[in-house]
């Protein structure tokens, strides 16, 4: 498949655009139940009713900052994943997800703590991003890694223990993103990239 504008426009990033989309129309919602849905949909780990938490904490923030700072890394490193592999996006989004809300759930922070947000995802993406620079080593892959890394590395002290953020989220996100590239580059032949 060739890149041009059109199917780099539309196709590639239409998404991570529904994503949010999705995301956002949650946040509104959660606004308007005065953040209730975060007590009835938050992952808490740990606890049995907490395990609906692991697919829908995602979607769900603490208030209107909290989404705003997670919208432009998602719309960049959830991009940059689906130009990466159109074919595997989906794929690895649920990984990242699955895996990482798994990790989140079995180690993180108790406490009563309910931990929402897609912080873990956007950490996830960019895990992934990277990750594919090393399993793949195409000259496309490396060179979105490298860029990834210079324009959100700095990310990475978000995975540092910080009692006022989630930051196992960020880091199992991270770790999640990593596994994903690696399971889902092991079968090249079924998965094929744009290249």
């Known amino acids: 498949m060739a890149l041009n504008k059109d199917s780099l426009t539309f196709e590639f990033l239409r998404p991570i655009f ?18 209730e849905l975060n007590q009835w949909f938050g992952l808490e780990p740990r606890d049995f009713g907490g395990l609906i938490g692991i697919p829908a904490s995602p979607f769900l923030h603490a208030g209107f900052g909290h989404i705003i700072a997670n919208t432009v890394p998602l719309v960049v490193l959830g991009g940059m994943a689906a130009m990466a592999s159109p074919k595997r996006f989906l794929d ?10 798994l990790l989140v759930w079995l180690l993180a922070r108790g406490d009563n703590r309910v931990h929402v947000g897609a912080s873990g995802l956007v950490f996830g993406y960019l895990g ?14 490396i060179a979105m890694a490298v860029f990834a890394g210079l324009l959100y590395g700095g990310l990475i002290l978000g995975v540092l223990p910080d009692q006022r953020i989630s930051w196992e989220s960020h880091l199992f996100g991270a770790m ?17 990239h744009v290249g």
């Open 18 to 35: 529904t994503l949010l989309v999705v995301i956002w129309a949650a946040q509104v919602v959660n606004f308007i139940s005065g953040y």
């Open 92 to 101: 690895s989004t649920i990984i990242i997800v699955l895996l990482g809300g």
């Open 128 to 141: 992934y991003v990277v990750a594919l620079g090393i399993f793949e080593r195409s000259l496309r892959a």
């Open 176 to 192: 999640a993103g990593a596994a994903a590239a690696w399971i889902l580059t092991r079968d090249k032949g079924t998965t094929p």
